[in-house]
């Protein structure tokens, strides 16, 4: 009796969580308490986290914290295939943006190309009364569907710096140094490549940038080759790249202002701001206050896509029944993105026909100097600066990573592709120079690729060997 009467008060004190469920009705059984702390999750960008004791973790973890290695001498969480369907959306979505970038290159150098032209040049029109946008298809694309990748960028932006690696400066100080250094060394590359020719050095911003989406999908492809760590730093990296990019874009290719239209502008800000004070999570409001401060950037003479950021860093974080609402986007708008968005971008701006681009035209200061950028100023940029501080101890070294695996990843950071051609629409509108630079970020964006893939390979084939004769 009294051993029964214990086991009845300890089963009392259990938490619904440790109440063991029979194997016959685990299937369908659920508490209200799990019901509650069950996530929402559309395509695996909120995490459900399976652990031993119920505070040793947190119940939710971010995208970066979910490649995280734990430290020695614990025991890591155990993530739900959350992170696998974001490797998977990441492999998926790469590969659709290589296969949109090869059909863009073969119409444009095949008998359709005319067509190709013709359909990018075509006009669509959008008017209400006397009020109307008429935009060629392809500015449809470059300031209408990238307002929607922008969106996207700014909502990684905030969620990793209010729950991510940004969160914490120790945990922020490796990607943000190397996200600088990729992002000045490259610039300064192409500036003396181009010293004194006024025109190119407008483009000097175009090799600074990395292309998430193929960087991404390039780490998925390579699968245990990069360590979890890594991709967590390349995450984190490749979101300050694009913060940089956003302001470059705002302060250095802004056209001439419209003071009506930016007053239109910042009532449309202020009011993202008060429906995020507000706690609203109706994403309707956000849409259509979105598209009022979208259509005022256009007219005042700033690039509209930084209207997608704006409305990205209103979506409030705060959390109920287990999600936010910025979640909630950020899990509708991925896929979308990835297989679509992106995709659409580089048909429409990797096109670029090789007849009559002759060796002389490449090796130009500025072709030379985007490759060069990207290909070494990238890789120099954002492996010796994160060297540095490792040594002097400013930042950890990512866990169960090496030294050859950290550059292979710095490497991988010369792959510009969507936005260093999203860069390059915006400095330059003579088409023989878009050629130059489409074809130049191309070869840039494929060296990268390729050297970044056979380091980590390599780097991880020796890691295998030396772990073999330590155990020999």
Not at 89 to 110: P, Q, R, Y
Request: charged fraction near 15%; include cysteine.
């Amino acid at each position: 009796m009294p051993e029964r009467d214990a086991a009845a008060t300890s089963q009392a004190n259990r938490s619904p969580q440790d109440v063991p469920v029979p194997q016959k009705e685990r299937k369908y059984a659920t508490t209200r308490v799990e019901r509650k702390q069950r996530p929402v999750d559309m395509i695996g960008r909120t995490y459900q986290v399976l652990t031993p004791s119920d505070n040793q973790y947190p119940l939710r973890a971010t995208r970066a914290q979910a490649y995280a290695a734990p430290a020695s001498g614990q025991q890591g969480p155990r993530m739900s295939t959350s992170s696998d369907t974001d490797d998977r959306i990441d492999l998926c979505g790469g590969l659709a943006l290589g296969a949109a970038t090869l059909a863009a290159l073969l119409v444009a150098n095949s008998p359709l190309a005319s067509h190709y032209e013709a359909l990018l040049q075509a006009t669509g029109e959008i008017r209400i009364g006397s009020i109307g946008l008429s935009k060629s298809v392809q500015d449809w694309i470059n300031d209408g569907l990238m307002a929607i990748f922008f969106l996207l960028v700014g909502l990684e932006i905030k969620r990793e710096a209010l729950e991510g690696e940004l969160k914490s400066l120790k945990g922020a100080a490796l990607p943000v140094i190397a996200a600088i250094g990729g992002f000045i060394v490259p610039a300064g590359i192409y500036a003396a490549f181009n010293w004194g020719h006024e025109t190119a050095l407008s483009g000097w911003a175009t090799p600074c940038a990395t292309d998430i989406a193929f960087a991404l999908g390039i780490c998925a492809l390579l699968g245990r080759a990069v360590p979890a760590s890594l991709k967590s730093f390349l995450l984190a990296l490749a979101i300050i790249d694009d913060l940089l990019a956003i302001v470059v874009i705002a302060v250095f290719y802004t056209d001439q202002l419209s003071t009506l239209a930016l007053a239109c502008a910042t009532v449309g800000v202020v009011g993202l701001i008060i429906l995020n004070r507000l706690d609203v999570r109706a994403p309707a409001l956000y849409v259509v206050i979105g598209v009022f401060t979208w259509v005022s950037v256009l007219k005042s003479g700033v690039h509209a896509t930084l209207a997608g950021v704006a409305v990205g860093l209103a979506m409030p974080m705060t959390r109920h029944d287990g999600e936010s609402l910025l979640e909630r986007v950020e899990h509708a708008l991925k896929p979308w993105v990835s297989y679509a968005i992106i995709p659409i971008f580089a048909f429409a701006n990797a096109g670029v026909s090789v007849a009559g681009i002759s060796v002389s035209a490449l090796t130009a200061s500025l072709p030379l100097g985007i490759m060069a950028a990207l290909f070494v100023g990238k890789q120099l940029g954002a492996f010796l600066p994160s060297y540095v501080a490792i040594k002097l101890g400013f930042a950890d070294q990512p866990a169960g990573a090496t030294l050859g695996q950290l550059y292979g990843v710095a490497v991988l950071t010369g792959v510009g592709f969507t936005m260093s051609l999203f860069i390059g629409t915006l400095a330059f509108d003579d088409e023989a120079t878009m050629a130059q630079v489409r074809l130049s970020v191309l070869i840039a964006s494929f060296l990268s690729a390729a050297t970044a893939a056979a380091i980590l390979r390599s780097s991880r084939a020796s890691k295998r060997a030396e772990a073999a004769l330590v155990v020999g």
